[in-house]
C-alpha cells in the first residue's frame, strides 16, 4: 500500500506543471482563479492550446487523437489543471457526446464529428432535461418521429449549459412513445443552425446567463444523426452518466476555491486582526480541509482501482455527494467571509475588462454570485437525492 | 500510488478476520466482559501464538517488522468484532514506547514477553484533569537514594486491570503543561504503593484508576525528555484506533443494513421507505471517508515525525470521530427500539465507537490542533 506517486508519476506531474506554468495565459488564470466569468474566446483559445499539445482529449483512444494516460495521469492532469487556474474544460463535446460516438457511433460518425470536437469547430451542449422530466429524466417528451431520411422532433430541452454559444446539441428524443420510459428513447445529434429550433436564455439567481431553453419546432434531423440503435438512447445516457459523474467530485477545483478563502479570510478584518487568526472561522476552515482531505483519498482509491481495470461503479455516487457538498461549504464561508459586503451586487466587477474603481477588491465581488451559483452542484448530473438512490439500488440493493 | 495489499498483507487480514470471527460471537464476548480480566485471556494467548502481537516488532526481537498497515488490518479485524483485547495498548503503544525510549536491556526484557503476548503492558497517561492534553502531566517522579519514586494518580488505564507492566508519565522537572520535564517509567504493578481501583468501561471492557504513593519506577530513556516520543507513539496509537473504528462501523453497518431488509412495518420492509434508504447511504458514506482516512493514518503512523504527520493524524482522527459518531447513533435511530437493549448486538458497536472519540482526543481536541497548524499560503 502506497499513497504517493510513484517516481514515474511525479515526473509526469512536472511535465504537466511546466506545461501549465509555460503556456496557461496568465489573463485566464486570473479569471478563474478570482471567479470571474469566461468568454467564449476564453474557453477555446485555452482549448487550442491544449489541442496543440495533445492533450485536449486525453480520454479519447490514440487513434482518434486521445493519449495512453491511465486514470492516475488523468487524474494528476486533472488536479493541476486546476490549481494553476485552467479552465474546467467544458465538457460536452469532448468529455460527453464524443465517448458516446467513439463506443456506440458509426465509423461515418467518428470521422465527421470526432476531429471537428478536437480542432474546436463545433461546439456542443447537452439536450437532456425537459421541463417536466429533470431528475426523472426518463419522463421526456421532446418527439422525433420518422418521416422518410429524417426524424421531424417537436418539443422543448431545457438547462441547456453555454447552449448559447453551441452549434451542436445532443438530444435524448422519445422515438417510441408507446414503450415504457426508458425503452422508447433515442440519441440524436442535431445541427443548431437547423431551422425551427430556437435558444431563448435563462438567467440564473445569480444574474448571471449561463443556461438556454431550447425549442424545437418541426426540425428535420437526417436518420443518419441517430447514435446507436433507435429506441436503445437509454444505453448511450446510462454510459454518459457513468462518465460525468467520475470527474464530479471536483477535489481540484474545490482545493484551488480552498487557496481562494484563505486568501479572503487573510485580507478580511475581524476584531482588528485578519479573520483567517479567528478561533472561530480559523476551525470552520479546517474542518472542511479535513473534509476536503478525506475525499481526495476516497478519489484516489477510485482511480487506483480504475488504473487496475476497476470500472467507477457506485462509490463516484458517494463521492460525488461528498465532493459538492465540500465545495458548497467552501462558498458559504467565502461568503461569510465578507460580512456586510457580501450584499452589494456588482456584476460588471465580474468582468476582468471592468477598468471602473472596485468597490472593496478584486476579490469582493465574486462570493455571494458563487455561493449562489454553487447551489447548482448538488443538483445537476443527477442531483444528490438521486445519487443516493442509485448507491441504495446499487450497491446496497435496497 | 497503490492501495492494494500483498499477499502476505492478505494472508495476515485473513488470519485476523479468521479468529475474530471463530471467537467473538455475542454471547462469547458478553462472557469476556464479564470474566475477571474482563477479555479472554485465551483469546489473548491465541493473538500470541498466531504472531499477531509480535506484527509490528522488528525480526530481532521475534517479530515482522509490520508497517502501520499491518496494524491497521489486524485492528480493523479487532474493531469488526469489537474485541476487548488490549491488543492496542500493550502491542502499539506499550511497545512502541518501549520501542524508541527503552535501552537494548530494557528492550530485550519487555518487548520480546510483548510480542509474545506472555506480558500484557499498559500505558498510564491521562489524569483526572488532562482532558487529552499529554503534556498536563501532575503525577511526580524524583530521584530517591539512586531510585526513581513516583506519586500521583492516573485514570482510566485500559488493560490496566490485568497488566504485568504499567509504563506512567510523571514530572520529573518544569511547571505543569511544559513538555519539558515529563518522563516515561515502567512500573510493576505489584510494587508497594500501587493500588488500583478498577472498573468497567462504558464499551465492555475494563480499566483501573491508578494511585502511585511513593512507588519505584524503571526509567525509560532520558529523564524529562519523553514528551516527543510519547507524543509520536500516540500518533500510532490513533492510526490503530482509526482502523478499529472502520471495523466497527463497517459491523455496525453491515447490522444496520440487514435490519432494513429484513424488519417490516407497515407490511414492507422498513428499507422500502426512502427517507431510511438514504440514510444508510449516509452511513455507508461516513464509512467511506473514514476508510480513505484510516487508511492514510496507517501510511502516516510510522512515518519519521513530521507537523504533516501529526496534522494529518489530527485529520484522520477528527473525521473518524465524527464518522463513529453517526454512524454510531444512526444504527441505533434505524435499528429502534431493538437497539436500546443490552441485549442487541448493534448497541455495544454504537457504544464502542463513541468510546473511541473519549480516547487519544475528542473532535475537538483534533479540530484545535488542525486549526492551529493550517497553513495559510
Known amino acids: ?398 | 500510488m497503490d492501495f492494494k495489499l500483498t499477499e502476505e498483507q492478505q494472508m495476515l487480514q485473513e488470519t485476523a478476520e479468521r479468529l475474530v470471527r471463530d471467537v467473538y460471537d455475542f454471547e462469547s464476548r458478553k462472557a469476556f466482559s464479564e470474566s475477571e480480566a474482563g477479555f479472554s485471556t485465551a483469546f489473548w494467548q491465541q493473538l500470541g501464538e498466531l504472531g499477531l502481537t509480535a506484527i509490528p516488532f522488528s525480526e530481532e526481537l521475534g517479530g515482522f517488522g509490520g508497517t502501520g498497515v499491518e496494524t491497521m488490518l489486524i485492528m480493523e479485524q479487532l474493531g469488526k468484532g469489537i474485541c476487548l483485547e488490549p491488543y492496542m495498548e500493550s502491542v502499539i503503544l506499550a511497545g512502541g514506547l518501549i520501542g524508541q525510549l527503552g535501552s537494548d536491556a530494557q528492550k530485550e526484557e519487555l518487548l520480546g514477553g510483548i510480542a509474545t503476548g506472555e506480558l500484557q503492558a499498559a500505558v498510564a497517561l491521562d489524569e483526572l484533569n488532562s482532558h487529552y492534553d499529554l503534556a498536563n502531566v501532575t503525577t511526580t517522579a524524583s530521584e530517591q537514594g539512586g531510585a526513581w519514586v513516583l506519586n500521583g494518580r492516573k485514570g482510566v488505564v485500559i488493560g490496566g486491570q490485568t497488566a504485568g507492566k504499567i509504563l506512567v508519565s510523571a514530572r520529573t522537572a518544569g511547571n505543569n503543561r511544559d513538555e519539558q520535564g515529563i518522563s516515561l517509567f515502567v512500573i510493576d504493578p505489584s510494587a508497594a504503593g500501587v493500588s488500583r481501583r478498577v472498573y468497567a468501561t462504558v464499551d465492555g471492557r475494563k480499566a483501573c484508576e491508578l494511585f502511585l504513593d511513593n512507588v519505584k519506577g524503571e526509567l525509560l530513556g532520558e529523564a524529562g525528555n519523553a514528551y516527543d516520543a510519547i507524543r509520536y507513539q500516540s500518533g500510532r496509537a490513533i492510526a490503530a484506533l482509526c482502523a478499529e473504528a472502520v471495523g466497527a462501523m463497517r459491523t455496525a453497518c453491515d447490522l444496520t443494513l440487514d435490519y432494513l431488509k429484513t424488519r417490516k412495518q407497515f407490511g414492507v420492509p422498513i428499507g422500502k421507505f426512502q427517507v431510511l434508504q438514504h440514510r444508510m447511504v449516509d452511513m455507508i458514506s461516513e464509512l467511506e471517508r473514514a476508510t480513505s482516512m484510516a487508511i492514510l493514518a496507517a501510511c502516516l503512523a510510522d512515518d519519521e515525525d513530521s507537523a504533516e504527520r501529526s496534522a494529518k493524524l489530527a485529520a484522520a482522527k477528527f473525521v473518524i470521530n465524527r464518522a463513529g459518531r453517526y454512524v454510531a447513533e444512526q444504527c441505533i435511530q434505524l435499528h429502534g427500539g431493538i437497539a436500546m437493549t443490552w441485549e442487541y448486538n448493534g448497541a455495544h458497536y454504537a457504544k464502542r465507537l463513541v468510546m473511541i472519540s473519549h480516547q487519544f482526543g475528542d473532535d475537538d481536541h483534533h479540530l484545535e490542533a488542525y486549526a492551529a497548524q493550517l497553513s495559510v499560503a
Not at chain 1, 422515438?175 to 433515442?186: F, K, L, V
Not at chain 1, 479535513?290 to 470500472?311: D, K, N
Open chain 1, 1 to 398: 500500500m502506497e499513497i504517493h506517486y510513484s517516481p514515474e508519476q511525479l515526473a509526469f506531474r512536472d511535465e504537466v506543471r511546466e506545461f501549465l506554468k509555460q503556456e496557461l495565459p496568465a489573463d485566464i488564470a486570473a479569471k478563474v482563479k478570482l471567479g470571474k466569468h469566461l468568454h467564449k474566446a476564453d474557453h477555446e483559445r485555452w482549448q487550442k492550446i491544449l489541442s496543440k499539445r495533445g492533450w485536449y482529449a486525453p480520454g479519447w483512444p490514440v487513434e482518434h487523437g486521445g493519449t495512453t494516460w491511465g486514470p492516475i495521469e488523468k487524474h494528476i492532469f486533472d488536479e493541476e489543471s486546476a490549481a494553476f487556474g485552467a479552465p474546467r474544460l467544458v465538457p460536452f463535446g469532448v468529455n460527453m457526446v464524443a465517448p458516446v460516438i467513439i463506443k456506440f457511433g458509426t465509423e461515418e460518425q467518428k470521422a465527421k464529428y470526432l476531429p471537428r470536437i478536437l480542432d474546436g469547430t463545433d461546439w456542443w451542449c447537452q439536450g437532456y432535461s425537459e421541463p417536466g422530466a429533470g431528475s426523472d429524466l426518463a419522463s421526456l417528451k421532446t418527439r422525433a418521429v420518422r418521416d422518410g431520411d429524417y426524424y421531424i422532433v417537436n418539443g422543448q430541452k431545457t438547462w441547456t449549459t453555454l447552449g448559447q454559444h453551441a452549434n451542436w446539441i445532443f438530444c435524448l428524443v422519445r422515438t417510441d412513445p408507446e414503450a415504457q420510459q426508458q425503452r422508447g428513447i433515442s440519441f440524436l445529434l442535431i445541427d443548431m443552425a437547423t431551422p425551427g429550433i430556437t435558444v431563448r436564455p435563462i438567467i440564473t439567481l445569480d444574474g448571471d446567463h449561463e443556461v438556454n431553453e431550447v425549442f424545437f419546432d418541426d426540425v428535420k434531423v437526417p436518420v443518419e444523426n441517430l447514435v446507436g440503435e433507435e429506441n436503445k438512447g437509454w444505453t448511450c445516457a446510462k454510459y454518459l452518466l457513468t462518465h460525468e459523474r467520475t470527474g464530479l467530485a471536483g477535489i481540484g477545483a474545490s482545493k484551488a476555491a480552498l487557496t481562494n478563502l484563505k486568501r479572503i479570510a487573510s485580507k478580511q478584518q475581524k476584531n482588528g486582526k485578519p479573520l483567517i487568526e479567528d478561533a472561530l472561522f480559523r476551525s470552520q476552515i479546517a474542518e472542511v480541509e479535513m473534509s476536503l482531505m478525506a475525499a481526495e483519498m476516497s478519489t484516489l482509491r477510485i482511480v487506483a482501482a480504475a488504473s487496475e481495470g476497476g470500472v467507477p461503479g457506485s462509490e463516484s455516487s458517494i463521492l460525488k455527494v461528498q465532493g459538492t457538498e465540500i465545495r458548497q461549504a467552501i462558498t458559504h464561508l467565502m461568503r461569510k467571509a465578507l460580512g456586510p459586503y457580501a450584499l452589494p451586487f456588482l456584476p460588471e466587477e465580474l468582468d476582468l475588462d471592468f477598468d471602473g474603481e472596485m468597490l472593496v477588491d478584486d476579490y469582493a465581488a465574486s462570493p455571494a454570485s458563487q455561493y449562489f451559483n454553487m447551489r447548482k452542484l448538488s443538483i445537476f448530473g443527477g442531483s444528490n437525492e438521486i445519487q443516493k438512490n442509485i448507491v441504495s439500488k446499487m450497491i446496497l440493493e435496497l
